[in-house]
Structure formats: structure tokens, C-alpha cells
């Protein structure tokens, strides 16, 4: 038995693979194993399970950091030479420098809770100072544990290594107080090293001495030999050293041994390895998994929390629903029978105290997900969508037969998400709440650079080697780098130079990284939550579990996810900007809505859906064309249809075809037709499956999700024979013809698979519904609250703005007198202002003096903006560049100066006010510098179109004056281009050709294998969807990904069935130019302002470009493209 | 009595001394060495010579021919120029994986310290290569 064994989750110091662990285990007949990674439990729970599931016993330990036991004093008391090397940081941070391992071992569950205990006090107790185990928190904790003394960086390993024997004695002679007598054993690593026979000799002697057990262990960091390498680029990488890494290992020996080879190497202390064996037995941790555990929730005196719930959810009936119907009232009877039998009451009220304090300030949210298929939760206000209306089954949510943690997550307005985090740490304690954490793991970006970094390869390198690969897992990088198009000229092709490289990052596919924060998870307990787990501070700053959600939910602890939703806070904004303009009475609160506005479905039915939840994606937009939304239900639908499940499983075609009459609708059986009338006889949706076995079988709808589970997961020809018997046998018995129950069962096969829960979609839709509703009536309002919620939604604010502008909305450009930080609305709601919030180098400081200083007067002219603001020179460079300055001052000619004249002026004046300071007077008179000829006369800024727009493009990200391709339309239109406005009146299959600007490019993996790229393109005019299918892709591949306009000839697809769409022959790159021949720069230079990065205005930024990163390997300028 | 029993059977307080047959011939003179060899308080000339990298003496390295005993897992004997070497005793054994990102300087040895013919000898399988070296005699 291997008892001191690092896996991946020792986080850049372990290049074992929990599987392959077990399964090695297995295969040498070891009955037990432990789990011992660096400073916490990251994947002992994973470990339990899968080893329970091999048949082995787990047991959990960690490897920890305690402080120096050896010395009377610090280290830093003793001369250099004694001093003791210590260990290196990777695995453990700060807490290396600070102490040495200790490995402990987990007994019983109060040696569990008792570790958790440690690892949490160790951690969490200070921010600032690294995760060191005091010798006196050990004793306090060492019940239930077994301590093994450690490896070569163990104190006393490391004192033998250095000869300092008395060291090593004293140090084992203090740990060992910590522990029970017989609970602490020396741990002998013999690793086939020059030193190792006097390493264990040495460590031999003194436990003699000491009399205390020694046991034989390995140091386990990788499963076979040959995985000795990526332990060495882990640990490079983790220690951002180049290899041979922060251990300079001799050799590759610390690999899972056999029994046979340990006992080979300990062959004169064979007690050593005796010793394994009895650890093993005294080693029976039992974690009682299946139990829920719940938080405690505040009832009333006389109440329990049963009838607490109950009361809410009576009083909510009758507010919600009026008249209450006999169906309600024998729904929520139902509901709330099943809901105490579970004993899940407190955590409904749980979730009931967060959403009513939201409620109570006002902050906006929604509840998402199968929680909406209770009415109790939408009683409750936790969700809006109505159950019975929608016909939305409880039995999907929660199945009285499965007892399984019910989940149900809610969405807040992302801006004011951080008040309802506050209120829960307050309500519930601090003590009883944290976040849950991920597990963040290397795709094949990451892994070629961790890689890559190790070899000592220059920045430069590393970069163009990871950047442009596309996001895939590491182990397909050879199949990337050898299919896709986009590839063909990767510098890693070369596998005389990266070879290796490319070799070793595959291996390192999925390879946990680093602990990361779950956006919203929060785990809420009634006992101290580290009794439970082990927790730590993340970077955020934020107490986190050391446990991701699916270990949560295997502790069976309550896990709730406060997610932050930005539609929320710009629909929040909305209102707030519609009401300050028309009236707060004029603006009605958009989820109470009755979802029934006829010129809310006409725009979503006309695609014209930019900015609205869940309906704006091109395949959205396309299925909108198609649809033609009529009805609340018909957004629910389109909502369901473009999912993953759903567009696999093909519903959507066979779903227009009978909602437009093409083919007919047919169900095997006429029940069948009532439960699929609202789907054309499509099961669309996972509740229709439970509706669809209990009119056909007569199965009950409990007994029918655990039916559609088994579908879905892991279905085996056995159990699907098994259940399709049983199926059929019920149906037949209920007097269902034999061949209309084979078909029924065969479609529900066909469909269980792929279905939507129709709650979730339900829930989407009311936000969905009320997003078009503000657009619709509040257009301006709803755009600039969309830029300012950024980055959010599916595109980006370039698109956006132009949207806002296609709808007869002026934009207007920044500037110092009228621009606040944010975007805002002028000439009553017909014009946005751009606020200074995306302006390339703008900073929190100078925005907020600008925001002051323009309440006491306008700015004059340039030297009284930089006098008044001090603004920084880069600042205002952008500010001047992208035109806030305009028609400031004046000059000799009687003129405001252009903006060449302001740059030429601006050093100079900056310079004068640095030396004056702010005292005298205000007006500062400079020589008028020396600029060029304005080449635009005609405008204020004295710039060119071209320039102008070149310009807001790298400041802001935005084209404010017009669309990019707008300066090129003589040229593309004597190309014979047909714009986007002017496809939906060309007939089916007419050879077409277009320009556009890329706004999205996706490559979703598609049934058939092939690979199909869709592209979302933008002209002057509108959206253009384009697919580009896969032998046009490996002849345009490159031109996609290295341009970012296109002029592309096709054939397009416009009919009722496909929507409109061009497929794609030839892709060709397209030069930007003004009928003057000036060149726009498309992209812009750096993508973020100071509220934080808004996504690339004209799309991603610099280094996106290939031509960009060969030129910076090359140290040459970067290029332009387009 | 085990192993250095002579050793252990001498009697100090034995003014008369006794009989200078601690080691009967070779065979049980060899434990005594390989004991002793193996000691960690014993530095060898050698070491304290190169510092502490434990392979100090006379380096050298070329092609040995060894005959390997698979049951114990040792070398059974080598030759050298010609002469043929039976390993007495198997002192100490170790590893080296150095540099293996660098086909240049890679190494990957499995070393063997012998005892044979009275002197000590270091072999290595080389992985690499496929062939045994001799790496160095020590004194």
C-alpha cells in the first residue's frame, strides 16, 4: 500500500491522474490507498468515490506545512551553514519558506472533521500570512489522524540529508507529542538515490532511538516512470523556473511501485513495509454519504419550519393566483406533501429569506432552471414563469422517488449581486458560509504554454505557440494542429523543434491547475462549515470550499447559486432611464407584463432581436425568421429549440415543417396529441416525456422521470430492453394498441436524450419577453443600458451601437462638455451619448473629476480642461483623438483648433501647467504649435472620414459616424455586392456576393463530425449569417481567422425550412478603403476602459491576429489588417 | 551469531587477548566490507576528494560487458580488458534521469556499485543506449 501519494490536485507538483491511480492500484492487488496532496482535500472526495467504486479502501490524507519543530528558536536564529534547505514553493506557495511536510492520515470521521478543522485554521486564520500548521494546532487536531514524518523536505529528512542528526531527533521527538501514542511513524523514502541508503539509515537510527514505528512510503507523484516528465514540467512551470525544475531530481522513481519492489528496497526493514498494512487497517473513514444536511432556518416560536413554509406558500397562492383554481389548490397540496416527506422545507425557506430580501431592496432577480416547475417556488416569488399555465411537472423538478438534493438557483442583478452575498454571510454567519470552488484545468492553450514556459522558451514564443489555437482540450492538439484549416501554418506543425512540446502538453490534457471561485455557488451549513470541509481564501479575496459543487453534493450539503445576470441590471437600467424621461407612471414594471403585446412578437418575429435574452444569437435570429413568434409559448420554444439537445437530436426542422403546414402533424397514439399540440407533436420538452409515459403506460409522474433519467444517462442496450418492456407490457395493459405503444416508446427513446426542461426555458422567457419589450418601446434606453452593462449578451458594443443606429438613433460622439461616464440618452430618447467608460486609457480618478467639474462649468478650451482635470497626457491624447475636445477654443483663423493641432499642443501645455501648479490664472495662452494641413476642412476636427473612424475604433471600440464597410460602399457596390437588407427579396439558391465585417465566427461540433463554421458578419445595412461548410473552411481557414473583413460569394438559402443564410464557396479578405484611398484600421488597440474590459469594440484585440504575434517574434511593428 | 559475529564476539575486557581469526577467509570477510561500505558515517578518500556527489574516485566510463543475474536483479559479473570480474556483493544502487528534454545531455542510467576482485566498481545500464558501462572504480 502506497500511503504518501500526489496526484494532479497537488497542483503543479503531481502528475498523477486520479483514475489511473485506482486503476493501477487495482491491477497490483493493493486493498487501500491514500490520497496525500499538498496543503488540502482538492480531490479526496473525487478519490473516495472512485476508489470505493474500484473496491479499494481510500484514505484521505494531505501533505501540510508545519512550522520548524527541531529548534528551539527561528531558523534565522542559526549560523547559514546549519540552516536546513527548504522546500520548494510549488504545491504550497508562501508556505514553503516557512516550515517543512508533514503527512497526515485520516483514521475515522473525527479525524476528518478534525483535518478539515487544521487545513481551515491553517489557511483562512490570516490573509497575509502564508498556510503554516502551528505544533500547537496540530495537537489540538491530531485526534483521529496519524502523522507520517514526512519526505526529504520533512525536517527531520532534511536535517539527516544535512547531517544534523540531532536536529532530526529533536524534531521527531516534538511532532510526535503531538499525536496519541503509536499515531506517529517515521516515514522512510527509499528513492534510489546515491543518498537514499543513508537517508533511511540515518531516519532508521533515530527512531530506534526515539522508538517510534517507521513505515516505508514512496513519495508517489506519478502513476508509471514515464510520467516522470510531466512532473518535472509541472513543477518548473509551477515554480515559474525552467527545468529541471525547483527539485533538480536525480532520478524518475517516484512512480506507483509494486508491493514486491518496495519490499525489494526495504529488504532489511521489512517492518517498514509491515507497517503500511497496519496503518491500512487502522485507517476506516466512513463519510455517510447520502444524507442531506441542511441549513438551519429561522421559524417562529410554536412553528416548524414545515408549517412556516406552508403559510408563505398559501398566502403566495392567493396573491398569485386570482381566482385560486381547484387546480392550484390541489397542486400545491401535492407539492408541499411530497416537500415535507423529503424533509426539504428549510431549504425552500432558505432560498425564500434571500430572494424576500432582494425583494425588500429592490434588487432584481429571477429564479431559473427546473425550481421553476414547482408551484411552491413560484409562490414563494422565487421564480415568475406559472406552472399550471405552462404545464410545467413538479416530478421533474423533484422526484419523490429519487431523493436527491433539490437545486434551485437564481439569478441577480449582477451590479447589486454582491448586497445579497453580503446579507447571507450576515444572516447565516460567517462561519456557516462559503463559496464553492473549481477546479481550473488546462485546455491546450494552457498546456502548451505551461510547457512551453518549463522549456525556458521566450515570452514571445510562448505566446505565438498558444495563442491562435483554438479552444479545445490539450489531448486533441495533434488532431488540431493536423485537421484544422485555421492551423495549417501553426509554428507548432514543427515537430523537429516542438515535437516534445506538443508530446507533453497533450499528456497534460485536463490537468487541474489552480483552485478558481464558482461564479455564484454558495454552500450554507448549520454546523461550522469547517467541520465539513477544508477552506481557504481564493484570489478574489473570498473564503472558498476546497471542494467543488459535485463533491458538495456528495457531501449532501446545500449548495445554492446566487448568479449574477447583467440582463437583469440593463433591464433595471432601462427602466430607470425610461422613467426619469417619460415619468415614473409611464414605465410599468417589465415582469409583470401580461406577455401579449403584438409589436413585441413583430420584432422578434422579424429578427431584429440584438440585445434581447436568449433571442439575439445568429442561430436565434435565423430561427426567429422561421418561427415567427406569436405567442409567450412560441418564445419558450424558440428558447428550447437552439440547445445543444434539441439542435442534435434535429427538432427543429420537423418543428417549422409542422407549425407551417408542410408536413403533417402524427403521434402514435391521440393522447399523444394533446401533450404535443403546443410542439406540433415534437417532443420537445422533458416534461412532455413524463406526460407522454403516464397517458400512455399509465406510469405515475415520479415513476416517469426516473423513466426519462434512465434514458439519459448511461443507458445500456440491457436497460433499455428492461424498460422498454416494461413500457410497452403497461401500455398494452391500459388497452393501447401493441404497435402505437412500440412507437410511442420508440420516440421517447429517440427524444428523453435531447428534451429541454421546459421550466427553465419557461423562466428564460419572461426575462426574454421583457427585454423585447423595452427595446420595442424604449429603444435608446435599452441600447445604452446594454453598453453599459458590458460586456454582456452575445455581441459586441460596436454591434450594438450600430443596431441602436439602423433604428434611427443617433449616436453622438464623446465629448468633455456632454459625455458622463456612462452611456446616456439625449433629444428625448432619439440619441445616445458615448460615455467616457470604453475610452482607451481613461481612468477612475479622471472620470470622476471630469463628471465634477462639468456640474461647475463647461469646459473653454484644451488648456482649461487640463488645468482644471489634470489629466493624465495618454488620457487626454484618446480624448482628443477620438474627438471629446472638438470644437474647443479657438485659433488666430477664427477656428477651434483641429485636433492635430491639439495633439501638436498638448506636451507643451501639460508641461506649463506642471510647472505652475494650480494657482493664477486659468487661461493659458501658447504660441499655436505647428500641425499639418487639416485634411478635412469641412469638419471641426480637421481629420479625414477614414481617420475619424480609424480612431474611435482604437479608442472606443465603436464606429460612431457609420459603419466601417459605409466609407467603402462605391467600391464594394461596383464589386456587385448585395447588401444584408436586400437578401430577404432574392429567391432561393440565387448565387449572391457580400461583404461584411466578422462579429462572430463559431465552430460548434456537429453530429456528422464534420467541421462548420458559422459565421455572423455585419454590413452597413445588417446582420448576414454565413456557414461556411468544411471543404470551404480548409480552402478559407486562415482568411477567417486572420482578416477580419471578408467579401464572401455563395449561394443563398432563403426559405421557410433553413431560413436565410449564404453557404459560403469563396472567402476572400477585404481592404478597407475610402473612395479617397485611405486605409481604416479595423481593430482597435487595447479593449478596456476603466470600468473594465468591454469585449474588443471591432472585435478582439491585437494580439488576435497572427500577423501580430509572427511580427512580435520578430520584434517588427504589428501590421494592419482587413 | 549473525552477521560480523567475530566482530561482535570480541571481548575488550580480555586483557590476554584472543586469536587474530576474526575473518576465517573471503567469505567472511566480504559481509564485513559490504557493511561497512554501506555505513553513512563512512566517508570514503573519495568523497571527501569530490565533494558530496558520492561518485568521487577514479572516473571513468567505457564498455563493459556484464552477464546479469534476472532472479536477484544484479549484475552476476563483467569483463574488462579481457579479464572477467564476478561480483562478490552488491553495495549500493541508484538511478539517473537527467536532462531529458535535451537529446544532447540526456542521460538514464541504472547504476550498480560492485564489490568485485577486492575493489569497488561502478556499472550502469544505459537506457539509452542499450549498453553497460563502467563508470567509475572507487577506492
Known amino acids: 500500500m502506497h500511503l504518501h501519494v500526489h496526484s494532479r490536485f497537488s497542483f503543479m507538483d503531481g502528475a498523477a491522474d486520479l483514475d489511473a491511480l485506482i486503476a493501477r492500484a487495482v491491477e497490483f492487488g493493493m486493498p487501500a490507498l491514500a490520497l496525500t496532496d499538498h496543503q488540502g482535500l482538492y480531490g479526496a472526495l473525487r478519490f473516495y468515490r472512485k476508489a470505493l467504486k474500484a473496491g479499494i479502501r481510500p484514505i484521505i490524507g494531505v501533505e501540510v506545512v508545519l512550522e520548524t519543530a527541531g529548534l528551539p528558536g527561528e531558523e534565522g536564529d ?35 472533521r478534525n483535518l478539515c478543522g487544521l487545513l481551515s485554521r491553517a489557511h483562512v486564520q490570516s490573509r497575509d500570512e502564508p498556510s503554516v500548521v502551528s505544533l500547537v494546532d496540530l495537537g489540538r487536531h491530531s485526534e483521529g489522524l496519524i502523522g507520517l514524518s514526512g519526505c526529504s523536505n520533512g525536517e527531520a529528512g532534511a536535517a539527516v540529508l544535512a547531517g544534523l542528526g540531532w536536529r532530526a531527533e529533536e524534531a521527531l521527538r516534538r511532532i510526535s507529542r503531538c499525536f496519541a501514542s503509536g499515531d ?67 532520478n524518475a522513481e517516484l512512480w506507483l511501485k509494486p508491493a514486491g519492489e518496495m519490499r525489494r ?29 441542511f441549513p438551519g432556518a429561522e421559524v417562529a416560536v410554536g412553528e416548524t419550519p414545515y408549517s412556516t413554509l406552508a403559510k408563505a406558500a398559501w398566502q403566495g397562492l392567493e396573491r398569485r393566483y386570482r381566482p385560486v383554481t381547484p387546480a392550484s389548490v390541489a397542486r400545491l397540496q401535492h407539492e408541499l406533501s411530497v416537500i415535507q416527506d423529503l424533509g426539504f422545507s428549510e431549504y425552500f425557506l432558505v432560498v425564500k429569506d434571500i430572494v424576500d430580501f432582494a425583494r425588500s431592496r429592490g434588487i432584481r432577480y429571477s429564479g431559473r432552471g427546473s425550481a421553476g416547475d414547482s408551484i411552491v417556488t413560484y409562490l414563494l416569488g422565487i421564480t415568475d414563469a406559472d406552472p399550471i399555465r405552462h404545464d410545467l411537472l413538479f416530478e421533474r423538478f ?132 469547517a467541520t465539513w470541509m477544508p477552506l481557504q481564501w481564493a484570489a478574489k479575496g473570498v473564503v472558498v470550499s476546497q471542494y467543488d459543487k459535485d463533491d458538495i453534493e456528495m457531501l449532501g450539503l446545500a449548495k445554492m447559486d446566487i448568479l449574477g445576470l447583467r440582463m437583469h441590471s440593463a433591464i433595471s437600467d432601462t427602466v430607470t432611464l425610461a422613467r426619469a424621461r417619460v415619468g415614473a407612471d409611464a414605465v410599468p414594471e417589465p415582469f409583470d407584463l401580461t406577455p401579449d403585446d403584438p409589436a413585441v412578437y413583430e420584432l422578434i ?62 403521434v402514435p397514439h391521440p393522447a399523444m396529441g394533446e401533450i404535443l399540440r403546443d410542439s406540433y407533436g415534437v417532443i420537445l420538452y422533458q416534461e412532455q416525456v413524463l406526460r407522454v409515459a403516464q397517458a400512455i403506460a399509465g406510469f405515475s409522474l415520479a415513476e416517469a422521470d426516473s423513466l426519462r433519467r434512465a434514458m439519459t444517462k448511461g443507458r445500456s442496450r440491457e436497460e433499455m430492453e428492461k424498460i422498454h418492456g416494461h413500457f410497452v407490457t403497461r401500455a398494452v395493459g391500459l388497452g393501447v394498441p401493441r404497435a402505437a405503444a412500440e412507437e410511442a416508446f420508440r420516440q421517447l427513446e429517440g427524444f428523453a436524450a435531447y428534451g429541454f426542461c421546459k421550466a427553465h426555458a419557461a423562466c428564460f422567457a419572461v426575462v426574454s419577453y421583457a427585454s423585447a419589450w423595452l427595446k420595442r418601446y424604449y429603444p435608446a434606453e435599452f441600447a445604452a443600458s446594454l453598453l453599459n452593462n458590458e460586456p454582456m449578451g452575445f455581441y459586441t458594443p460596436r454591434l450594438v451601437v450600430n443596431d441602436a443606429r439602423r433604428h434611427g438613433i443617433g449616436i453622438l460622439p464623446p465629448h468633455v462638455n456632454a459625455s458622463r461616464g456612462t452611456y446616456t440618452v439625449e433629444d428625448d430618447g432619439r440619441s445616445i451619448r458615448v460615455g467616457f467608460r470604453d475610452v482607451h486609457e481613461m481612468t477612475h480618478r479622471l472620470l470622476g473629476v471630469i463628471e465634477r467639474e462639468q456640474d461647475v462649468r463647461p469646459f473653454r478650451d484644451l488648456a482649461d480642461f487640463l488645468r482644471r482635470t489634470r489629466a493624465e497626457a495618454n488620457a487626454a491624447e484618446s480624448l482628443i483623438r477620438v474627438g471629446a475636445l472638438d470644437g474647443l477654443g479657438s485659433t488666430d483663423a477664427g477656428r477651434p483648433s483641429t485636433r492635430d493641432e491639439l495633439l501638436a499642443l498638448l506636451p507643451e501645455m501639460k508641461a506649463v501647467i506642471a510647472r505652475e501648479g494650480v494657482a493664477g490664472d486659468d487661461v493659458l495662452v501658447l504660441a499655436p504649435a505647428k500641425a499639418r494641413e487639416p485634411e478635412d476642412p469641412t469638419h471641426v476636427s480637421g481629420w479625414s472620414r477614414a481617420r475619424r473612424l480609424s480612431a474611435e475604433l482604437e479608442i472606443v471600440g465603436l464606429s460612431l459616424e457609420c459603419h466601417p464597410l459605409a466609407l467603402a460602399r462605391a467600391d464594394l457596390e461596383r464589386r456587385g455586392v448585395t447588401w444584408a437588407r436586400d437578401l430577404p427579396r432574392l429567391g432561393d439558391r440565387t448565387r449572391v456576393r457580400v461583404a461584411g465585417v466578422r462579429e462572430r465566427a463559431q465552430t460548434p461540433r456537429t453530429r456528422s463530425g464534420k467541421r462548420t463554421c458559422f459565421l455572423t458578419l455585419e454590413d452597413p445595412t445588417g446582420l448576414l449569417d454565413v456557414v461556411v461548410f468544411e471543404n470551404a473552411l480548409n480552402r478559407a481557414g486562415e482568411t477567417i481567422v486572420k482578416h477580419r473583413a471578408y467579401i464572401i460569394d455563395g449561394v443563398l438559402q432563403n426559405n421557410h425550412e433553413r431560413g436565410i443564410a449564404i453557404i459560403a464557396d469563396r472567402i476572400e479578405p477585404y481592404v478597407v478603403r475610402t473612395a479617397g484611398g485611405a486605409h481604416v484600421r479595423m481593430r482597435r488597440g487595447v479593449p478596456s476602459g476603466p470600468m473594465g474590459p468591454s469585449l474588443g469594440g471591432a472585435g478582439a484585440p491585437e494580439e488576435e491576429s497572427w500577423a501580430a504575434a509572427e511580427a512580435a517574434l520578430a520584434g517588427a511593428p504589428t501590421g494592419y489588417d482587413g | 551469531m549473525g552477521r560480523n559475529s567475530a566482530i561482535k564476539a570480541f571481548d575488550p ?127
Open chain 1, 78 to 112: 542559526l549560523p547559514p551553514e546549519e540552516r536546513l534547505h527548504l522546500p520548494a514553493t510549488v504545491g504550497f506557495g508562501r508556505a514553503a519558506g516557512r516550515g517543512f511536510h508533514l503527512t497526515l492520515l485520516v483514521k475515522d470521521m473525527n479525524g476528518y
Open chain 1, 605 to 666: 418575429a422579424s429578427a431584429d432581436t440584438v440585445g434581447m435574452f436568449q433571442l439575439e444569437s445568429s442561430g436565434q435570429r435565423n430561427l426567429a425568421m422561421r418561427l415567427k413568434e406569436r405567442t409567450f409559448e412560441d418564445i419558450i420554444a424558440a428558447i428550447s429549440l437552439f440547445r445543444p439537445g434539441p439542435l442534435e437530436a434535429e427538432m427543429i426542422t420537423p418543428f417549422i415543417r409542422r407549425r407551417h403546414g408542410i408536413e403533417p402533424v402524427t
Open chain 1, 398 to 529: 423533484l422526484n419523490p422517488k429519487r431523493c436527491q438534493m433539490p437545486d434551485i438557483d437564481v439569478d441577480f442583478d449582477s451590479r447589486r449581486r454582491d448586497e445579497v452575498i453580503a446579507y447571507i454571510y450576515r444572516r447565516f454567519g460567517n462561519e456557516h458560509v462559503a463559496m464553492v470552488a473549481t477546479v481550473q484545468k488546462m485546455s491546450a492553450r494552457s498546456a502548451v504554454r505551461t510547457v512551453a514556459r518549463a522549456f525556458d522558451l521566450p515570452i514571445a514564443e510562448v505566446n505565438a505557440l498558444s495563442r491562435h489555437l483554438p479552444w479545445v482540450s490539450a489531448h486533441r492538439l495533434r488532431e488540431v494542429l493536423d485537421t484544422y484549416p485555421e492551423c495549417a501554418s501553426h509554428p507548432l506543425k514543427n515537430t523537429a523543434r516542438y515535437g516534445l512540446l506538443t508530446e507533453l502538453a497533450g499528456e497534460l490534457s485536463g490537468c487541474p491547475m489552480h483552485l478558481g471561485t464558482h461564479l455564484g455557488g454558495f454552500i450554507i451549513t448549520r454546523e461550522p462549515i
Open chain 2, 13 to 139: 575486557a580480555n586483557k590476554t587477548g584472543i586469536p587474530l581469526d576474526l575473518f576465517s577467509g573471503r567469505d567472511t570477510r566480504r559481509p564485513v566490507i559490504v557493511e561497512l561500505l554501506r555505513s553513512p558515517w563512512i566517508v570514503r578518500g573519495s568523497q571527501v576528494a569530490s565533494g558530496s556527489s558520492g561518485h568521487g574516485g577514479k572516473r571513468r566510463e567505457e564498455e563493459v560487458e556484464v552477464s546479469w543475474d534476472g532472479t536477484r536483479r544484479t549484475p552476476e559479473s563483467f569483463r574488462m580488458h579481457g579479464k572477467r570480474y564476478s561480483v562478490d556483493a552488491l553495495v549500493q544502487t541508484w538511478a539517473l534521469e537527467r536532462a531529458w528534454w535535451d537529446p544532447r545531455a540526456r542521460l538514464s542510467r541504472r547504476c550498480f556499485r560492485v564489490l568485485a576482485r577486492g575493489g569497488l566498481y561502478d556499472l550502469a545500464y544505459d537506457r539509452i543506449t542499450d549498453r553497460w558501462l563502467l563508470v567509475g572504480i572507487v577506492d
Open chain 1, 265 to 293: 528496497l526495504f529488504a532489511d526493514i521489512p517492518q517498514a513495509c509491515d507497517a503500511t498494512l497496519e496503518i491500512t487497517e487502522r485507517c476506516n473513514l466512513d463519510l455517510g454519504l447520502g444524507a442531506f444536511h
Open chain 1, 184 to 250: 506517529f511513524y517515521v516515514e522512510l523514502m527509499h528513492t534510489l538515490t546515491p543518498e537514499s541508503p543513508s537517508y533511511v539509515s540515518g531516519l532508521m537510527a533515530i527512531a530506534e532511538r526515539l522508538r517510534l514505528p517507521v513505515v516505508a512510503t514512496n513519495n508517489v507523484h506519478y502513476v508509471e516512470r514515464r510520467e516522470f516528465r510531466l512532473h518535472d514540467v509541472l513543477a518548473a512551470a509551477g515554480t515559474h523556473t525552467e527545468l529541471p525544475g525547483p527539485y533538480e531530481r536525480q
